[in-house]
């Protein structure tokens, strides 16, 4: 049963978050919060396609922003300018982001650290340039209208319809993290994410596992973006090309956990709800602002590692502290044990002993057989001697009583 409680416990939180993106659209008091909603939603696929880069290479980006923005405006520019169907749009959008991102991939990958930053943020800054000017394609500082996919639905049903949109793309998100992580490919981007340098020492092909894991990033973002197109239906250079967007997605993954894979979703479930909330009760005032960055304060001293990992390593230790407290032991148990322990240790003395006297007794009577027969071969070699020496205990002859004898 322990195991197949501990196989099971990973199913409780896919299971939690169907059942509450399933239920909300119905649980929802108004249109406007099943709004909130989709807007959180929007926060955590964008979250989490952001930790494909931010949790595996460590590479921290603020240009995600500028990555959902161009999914938002080729899929709003497919639908208007080349009339494809919505959903062929954003499926093509996609492929059109996914396609940039290579070389934008290949230009920004080959710096690290915080010039990394700065290049992300340069291609936000770039692209907000570029579609404010080309107003003739995107429509500048007008923005971008985009036509609703179901003109006959009534506003509620078309959040409805959107916020269950959003949750498969979300669990197509996680599932595609959760693939990469257990996979030999999620394998070498832990590497060099921990030491980039001796990863590729050892023969791993760091850019090229940067480059894909970028690229794959782009998509889900672009996926992102271009479904918030089709939802919202208005496009705005100024709000798409933010540098805001990305601090709120690394925020957001900061918060719940960068190297997890439900840690973005939690981020964006607590900053997302905070920044809705905010504006709702205090308008275009920069108080939103100020909470953010005294939240990233907070998380940053407090929790460096975020939410879950916190979480998962005060539970170990709580468990690892049941489990050996002496405290669960009373004095009368510790007593009898000391009592057995020094029974035992007097048992196997007094053993030792007796067998160390019964050895040294056999030694001895081992000794005295074996000097019995030598001392027998002694006796009987002297006899023989005294034998031929003339027997009886006679003195031998001597020439001197044999010339008296033949005087005689």
């Known amino acids: 049963m322990p195991n197949v409680s501990r196989r099971l416990l990973p199913l409780v939180p896919v299971v939690v978050l169907a059942v509450a993106i399933l239920s909300f659209p119905s649980l929802a008091p108004n249109p406007y919060i099943l709004s909130s909603g989709i807007v959180v939603l929007n926060y955590a696929v964008l979250a989490t396609a952001w930790n494909f880069v931010g949790g595996f290479t460590g590479y921290i980006s603020l240009g995600h922003g500028a990555l959902a923005g161009l999914g938002g405006y080729a899929t709003g520019l497919l639908v208007t300018k080349a009339g494809m169907p919505a959903f062929v749009a954003l499926i093509a959008a ?235 032991v009373t004095a009368a148990e510790l007593r009898d044990q000391r009592t057995s322990a020094a029974s035992a240790a007097s048992g196997s003395a007094r053993s030792a002993d007796s067998a160390g006297f019964a050895g040294s007794a056999g030694s001895a009577a081992s000794g005295a057989g074996a000097t019995s027969p030598g001392t027998d071969a002694g006796v009987s070699e002297r006899a023989s001697a005294h034998e031929r020496s003339g027997g009886g205990g006679g003195k031998p002859d001597s020439p001197g009583r044999r010339d008296q004898e033949a005087r005689r």
């Open 94 to 328: 996609a492929v059109l982001v996914a396609a940039l991102a290579v070389p934008l991939g290949m230009a920004a990958l080959r710096v690290r650290g915080a010039s990394f930053v700065i290049v992300s943020i340069a291609l936000v800054l770039i692209l907000l340039l570029v579609f404010q000017s080309w107003a003739s394609l995107t429509g500048g500082s007008r923005g971008l209208v985009v036509p609703r996919p179901f003109p006959s639905l009534l506003r509620p049903e078309h959040h409805r319809v959107f916020f269950f949109l959003y949750g498969g793309l979300l669990a197509l998100a996680l599932l595609t993290w959760w693939i990469v992580d257990r996979s030999r490919f999620g394998l070498g981007l832990k590497a060099l994410r921990e030491d980039e340098d001796k990863a590729s020492a050892l023969g791993t092909p760091t850019f090229t596992y940067k480059l894909i894991v970028f690229v794959l990033s782009a998509t889900f973002t672009a996926l992102g973006g271009g479904l918030y197109a089709l939802w919202f239906g208005d496009l705005d250079p100024v709000f798409q090309f933010s540098v805001l967007t990305g601090s709120y997605l690394v925020l957001m993954a900061l918060l719940g956990g960068v190297r997890s894979l439900y840690g973005p979703l939690v981020g964006a479930l607590v900053v997302g709800t905070a920044l809705e909330y905010f504006k709702g009760s205090f308008g275009n005032t920069p108080l939103h602002l100020v909470a953010t960055g005294v939240l990233l304060a907070v998380v940053v001293l407090v929790m460096p590692d975020g939410v879950l990992p916190a979480l998962a390593a005060g539970w170990s230790r709580l468990r690892r502290t049941s489990q050996t407290s002496i405290r669960e």
